[in-house]
């Protein structure tokens, strides 16, 4: 019997928030839902991340009207969003009321899967997010942070696996927010994660070092479940690699995808107009639809690499952005070492601009960084240096507890 590999689709939410720092409007979206709901997608992908913020901040838009409105017209495919743990959608910690709350309230306006990640893989700040998804019903898809450091190895990971796994993970997702997993590093994870985990595995991989078609046919091969793919128009360069072309080849090699050929056709054209209306509007810059093989030195997400590039625009300093990619490993290294997934990746990101910009590093410290090295946000990967420590914080009290548990209802 043929094993079932499940395709995720991202192009309403992260194909489009890679590619175009999620500016896509909901009346882009809604003449093909109908179309994507009949598709045979695992899920579609469609809210979260950074999306709620968008639609607030640049698209004068309703998140929840535009989730509801969603729902509405694909009431049969499982609709998932991207959870940032005890950040929900936001950038800092929220109580645990709020986090109940919200949750209950995604469900209620047409939630079905939760990936639910902490972006310093601590799971003490995912337990109030996964208690309120399993609360409410809904599937709690608990994430690992792909990254790659001195303490990030395979053994790491597979008891990070193991840990989500005894926490009541419904499945787990390894989530390369950087597209540097690699088909050999994805083959011996996904084999070891297998031997400690009786729950799918999904894989989440970007294109933008040029490795993801190798490494999601290694995953799968190696016994991965799910893979998230977008549909051709939005895929590749800092996206995820495109769902026909997956599709095609896992058949091929004797998987069953259960996929609508023609439905993807129709998605597919759809789309296309879309990308060619915000590539000729400046909305979409063709600079993110390139491979880099570099990534897999910088290890910067697509969504990051196009922030990154509105924000220098903003400052009239595109010619800094490969001195502020190169200043990023440096500010990680300090911060101990951080997967770079929001919020990490917006303060590693914006300290790292600040640091190129001022021409003097931690001249400007951001707020949030501050928190970070008080503890505010988890624990970080590696312990960080106490004199660096200090000379941002200076002798401030370091929280080494939960926390979400300083915080009150």
């Not at 192009?11 to 839902?33: E, N």
């Not at 208690?131 to 990030?152: D, F, M, N, P, W």
């Not at 590039?309 to 990619?325: D, H, I, P, R, T």
Request: contains cysteine; charged residues 25%.
């Amino acid at each position: 019997m043929q094993r079932k590999v499940s395709i995720t689709e991202t192009v309403l939410r992260d194909g489009q928030q890679s590619l175009m720092a999620t500016r896509m409007k909901l009346s882009d979206i809604l003449p093909i839902v109908e179309v994507m709901n009949k598709a045979g997608y695992h899920s579609l992908e469609c809210w979260g991340g950074a999306t709620f913020d968008s639609c607030i901040r640049f698209l004068n838009e309703d998140p929840w009207k535009r989730l509801r409105i969603i729902k509405e017209k694909a009431p049969d495919v499982p609709l998932q969003m991207l959870l940032r743990g005890q950040n929900l959608v936001g950038y800092r910690h929220y109580a645990d009321d709020i986090v109940d709350l919200f949750v209950k309230n995604a469900v209620e306006n047409g939630i079905d899967i939760f990936r639910i990640f902490d972006a310093l893989n601590d799971t003490r700040n995912i337990t109030s997010a996964l208690k309120a998804v399993k609360k409410y019903g809904a599937h709690a898809q608990l994430a690992i942070c792909y990254t790659i450091s001195e303490v990030h190895t395979v053994d790491y990971f597979t008891n990070l696996a193991k840990e989500l796994f005894e926490l009541g993970a419904d499945s787990i997702c390894i989530k390369d927010m950087s597209g540097i997993l690699t088909p050999s590093v994805a083959t011996q994870l996904i084999g070891e994660i297998k031997k400690v985990v009786a729950i799918p595995i999904a894989v989440h991989t970007h294109s933008t070092s040029g490795i993801s078609q190798m490494t999601y046919l290694a995953a799968v091969e190696a016994g991965a479940d799910i893979i998230d793919c977008a549909i051709s128009p939005f895929a590749e360069g800092t996206s995820q690699p495109a769902t026909e072309s997956l599709s095609i080849i896992l058949r091929e090699l004797g998987f069953n995808v259960d996929l609508d050929v023609k439905a993807l056709k129709q998605i597919a054209s759809h789309f296309k107009v879309i990308r060619d209306k915000y590539l000729e509007s400046g909305g979409l810059d063709a600079l993110m639809m390139f491979v880099d093989p570099e990534t897999l030195l910088y290890q910067v997400p697509g969504g990051m690499l196009s922030n990154l590039l509105a924000q220098l625009k903003e400052s009239g300093a595109e010619n800094k952005f490969e001195e502020v990619l190169l200043e990023i490993a440096k500010v990680r290294e300090d911060l101990g070492y951080p997967p770079l997934v929001t919020p990490m990746s917006q303060m590693v990101g914006t300290q790292a601009v600040f640091n190129v910009l001022t021409n003097e590093r931690y001249k400007v410290v951001p707020s949030e960084v501050k928190d970070y090295l008080l503890g505010k946000y988890g624990k970080s990967p590696i312990d960080i240096s106490a004199s660096f420590r200090k000379t941002i914080v200076e002798d401030s009290e370091v929280v080494s507890g939960r926390p979400a548990d300083y915080l009150k209802p």
